[in-house]
């Protein structure tokens, strides 16, 4: 498949034509308006090198909130409260935890000095939320992400304290559910995902959800 380069033009090839690998395009930019005409269409950036590279992985990786499994290790965590939850108390401090924490079998992150300004811009127009927890009035973990209409598209989470993350991740999902949201992008496949409930759907269907889900 072809790999497209994007110029100054805010548009994108369709997610259909992208590599086996997700692969789409390369180059233009991180502008809100960009990024938003991305998350709209399924597709999101992922740095490699210097390079902006733009993905739409077939099949997808989703979670339904209302598949949301919860392990027996963490229920009595979340029901005596281990750690305080809130939400968009720290964006800041949450992209810049998971752009300089270690993470096994990577080396380094993708998440440049660029993608973290971008999305906290993303987060001053209100598109970007961070969902955190705290231990002893220290971030503990947290996870941060873009919504669209009834869509939550995650982007990167990290715990400096065991079972941190987890707890954030499905305290959050809880609260997206209540709040309305349907679809949570997972983006591409990860165990720790998967075992708390995130599948894969084939990419038609999650371009479809999208376009119900997204006003």
Same mark, same amino acid.
């Given at each position: 498949?072809?790999?497209?380069?994007?110029?100054?033009?805010?548009?994108?090839?369709?997610?259909?034509?992208?590599?086996?690998?997700?692969?789409?395009?390369?180059?233009?930019?991180?502008?809100?308006?960009?990024?938003?005409?991305?998350?709209?269409?399924?597709?999101?950036?992922?740095y490699e090198g210097e390079h902006i590279l733009w993905?739409?992985?077939?099949?997808?990786?989703?979670?339904?909130?209302?598949?949301?499994? !919860?392990?027996?290790?963490?229920?009595?965590?979340?029901?005596?409260?281990?750690?305080?939850?809130?939400?968009?108390?720290?964006?800041?401090?949450?992209?810049?935890?998971?752009?300089k924490i270690t993470r096994p079998g990577q080396d380094?992150?993708? !998440?440049?000095?660029?993608?973290?300004?971008?999305?906290?811009?993303?987060?001053?127009?209100?598109?970007?939320?961070?969902?955190?927890?705290?231990?002893?009035?220290?971030?503990?973990?947290?996870?941060?992400?873009?919504?669209?209409?009834?869509?939550?598209?995650?982007?990167?989470?990290?715990?400096?304290?065991?079972?941190?993350?987890?707890?954030?991740? !499905?305290?959050?999902?809880?609260?997206?559910?209540?709040?309305?949201?349907?679809?949570?992008?997972?983006?591409?496949?990860?165990?720790?995902?998967?075992?708390?409930?995130?599948?894969?759907?084939?990419?038609?269907?999650?371009?479809?959800?999208?376009?119900?889900? !997204?006003?």
């Open positions: 498949m072809p790999l497209f380069v994007l110029d100054k033009e805010l548009a994108f090839p369709p997610p259909y034509l992208a590599g086996p690998d997700g692969l789409l395009a390369m180059g233009g930019d991180l502008s809100p308006e960009r990024l938003l005409l991305a998350y709209r269409n399924g597709i999101f950036p992922w993905w739409a992985p077939d099949p997808r990786f989703v979670l339904f909130p209302g598949e949301l499994k !919860i392990s027996k290790n963490i229920r009595p965590l979340l029901k005596k409260k281990e750690f305080d939850f809130t939400i968009n108390k720290a964006f800041v401090s949450v992209i810049h935890q998971c752009k380094g992150t993708w !998440i440049t000095a660029e993608v973290e300004n971008a999305y906290i811009k993303m987060h001053e127009l209100g598109y970007a939320h961070s969902a955190e927890v705290w231990k002893n009035n220290e971030l503990a973990g947290g996870l941060y992400g873009i919504k669209l209409g009834n869509v939550f598209f995650g982007e990167s989470m990290f715990s400096k304290v065991s079972n941190a993350s987890r707890y954030a991740f !499905i305290t959050y999902v809880q609260q997206l559910k209540e709040e309305g949201f349907q679809l949570i992008d997972c983006q591409v496949y990860t165990e720790y995902l998967e075992s708390m409930g995130a599948r894969m759907i084939p990419g038609k269907e999650f371009s479809t959800l999208l376009k119900q889900l !997204i006003s």
